[in-house]
Nanobody
Framework: QVRLVESGGGLVQAGGSLRLSCAAS????????MGWFRQAPGKEREFVAA????????YYPDSVKDRFTISRDNAKNTVYLQMNSLKPEETAVYYC??????????????????WGQGTQVTVSS
């Protein structure tokens, strides 16, 4: 069992930055991949970033590449998402997720076994 708790969401103006955190408890944090997703009202959950168990490999969709950075601190059982140059259309609930069976990379929702409760990010224009 893995419990995930996100924090760091809030209201930011377009072009601004936010840093999300996700604290994990349960299984050995350094043994599985982690990811971030987002879901806007009326839309499907969308992949945002993924990171391997060691933090050595990361992956982003083109929509956030060069603006978002995922990282992890295995000593603190925490994964982060630094978001820069935010856009109003990126307003959504942001979720972190754990892919227990994967040590390398996971980009699809079905690859993830545990999800946090989400944190709201609102980008004003």
């Amino acid at each position: 069992q893995v419990r995930l708790v996100e924090s760091g969401g809030g209201l930011v103006q377009a072009g601004g930055s936010l840093r999300l955190s996700c604290a994990a408890s349960g299984r050995t944090f350094s043994s599985y991949a982690m990811g971030w997703f987002r879901q806007a009202p009326g839309k499907e959950r969308e992949f945002v970033a993924a990171i391997s168990w060691s933090g050595g490999t990361t992956y982003y969709p083109d929509s956030v590449k060069d603006r978002f950075t995922i990282s992890r601190d295995n000593a603190k059982n925490t994964v982060y998402l630094q978001m820069n140059s935010l856009k109003p259309e990126e307003t959504a609930v942001y979720y972190c997720a754990a892919a227990i069976a994967t040590r390398t990379m996971a980009t699809m929702t079905y690859e993830y076994d545990y999800w946090g409760q989400g944190t709201q990010v609102t980008v004003s224009s």
